[in-house]
């Protein structure tokens, strides 16, 4: 049964960082591409960054410069590092694993 559990949300201030972790079981991690995805109230969910098998990565208009995707494979685990936050990035932050399988979702609040 493949689980995905996110960490690492929490409450920081505009020009603050974060990093998300989603760690992964059951599965053959390497195997697969990752996203991450985040849904903010009363919006659609909505694509922040992928990362293939190889390691190519792609990332929303709004987050390049700021977000950087990552994997360890031999922690099968993904992360997603969050440098000059904005307000706007306030949201659940979910990952996937194929648009089959995702995790439970880590609120991250953006606020002064």
């Known amino acids: 049964q493949v689980q995905l559990v996110e960490s690492g949300g929490g409450l920081v201030q505009p020009g603050g960082s974060l990093r998300l972790s989603c760690a992964a079981s059951?599965?053959?991690?390497?195997?697969?591409?990752m996203r991450w995805y985040r849904q903010a109230p009363g919006k659609e969910r909505e694509l922040v960054a992928g990362i293939g098998r190889g390691g190519t990565t792609s990332y929303a208009d709004s987050v390049k410069g700021r977000f950087t995707i990552s994997r360890d494979n031999t922690k099968n685990t993904m992360y997603l590092q969050m440098n000059r936050l904005k307000p706007e990035d306030t949201a659940v932050y979910y990952c996937?694993?194929?648009?089959?399988?995702w995790g439970q979702g880590t609120q991250v609040t953006v606020s002064s």
């Open positions: 059951g599965t053959i991690f390497s195997d697969n591409s």
């Open positions: 996937t694993m194929g648009m089959v399988y």
